[in-house]
């Protein structure tokens, strides 16, 4: 059960360098979402998808773009990777107000 | 705007001490669901319970047991005689029900450490 795919799991970019985290999920959900994970600062959304062809602005968008290529593909984009964007982050998918499941993360690090 | 509030950060107990963990959660819809979930040291987010709005039955599995309270907007969790294993950070989280614009928020988490 492959559930929520994200990749890669981990990634050090530089300065100014731009890319793409890809999202999959197998379970026909309508909903999914693109987190960053911070200390002290919980999950905070950047970007969602409540269903094919509409994305909306979490919390924290700054800085990244999104595309919500299928129902089963959300990908996020980092166009010039800033320091501040050092995180890691997890893609989700759930139906609206179901359970989300989770990705196992992607660990970021721009030097 | 729907907003979910841990004012609890770290909490450190010694093994078999219960320990709650407040959830404090704001909206204007009057249908919503509300989540537990817990990331342990090794990092994946795991699902422990969800809530919707209409259901104020308090619910009980195994050492874990949840209050929830419309009239103080909480949704609060108990771990009874805590374990070294319970250690990680716990989540709550808010979904309103809003169609096309149903987003899935989260508090800050709290950090819970149980020693030995």
């Known amino acids: 059960n492959a559930g929520v795919t994200q990749t890669p799991k981990f990634q050090v970019l530089k300065t100014g360098q731009s890319m793409t985290l890809q999202c999959a999920q197998d379970m026909n959900h309508n909903s999914m979402y693109w987190y960053r994970q911070d200390p002290g600062m919980g999950l905070r959304l950047i970007y969602y998808?409540?269903?094919?062809?509409?994305?909306d602005k979490g919390e924290v968008p700054n800085g990244y773009n999104v595309s919500r290529l299928n129902k089963r593909e959300f990908s996020l984009r980092l166009e010039s990777a800033a320091p501040s964007q050092t995180s890691v982050y997890f893609c989700?998918?759930?139906?609206?107000?179901?359970?989300?499941?989770f990705g196992q993360g992607t660990r970021l690090t721009v030097v | 705007a729907q907003k979910v509030t841990q004012a609890q950060t770290e909490i450190s107990v010694v093994e078999k001490e219960d320990v709650t963990l407040d959830c404090v959660y704001e909206?204007?819809?009057?249908?919503?669901?509300l989540f537990w979930y817990k990331q342990p040291p090794s990092g994946e987010l795991v699902f422990l319970i969800r809530r919707n709005s209409f259901d104020e039955q308090n619910e009980i599995s195994g050492r874990y047991s949840w209050n929830f309270q419309k009239s103080t907007s909480s949704f609060n969790f108990t771990i009874t005689a805590s374990q070294v294993v319970d250690s990680a950070v716990y989540f709550c989280a808010l979904s309103e029900w809003a169609g096309a614009n149903s987003k899935l928020t989260f508090g800050k988490g709290i950090t819970l450490s149980v020693r030995p």
């Open positions: 909206t204007r819809d009057t249908t919503y669901y």
């Open positions: 989700a998918s759930s139906e609206i107000g179901g359970v989300a499941f």
């Open positions: 998808s409540a269903s094919e062809g509409t994305t």
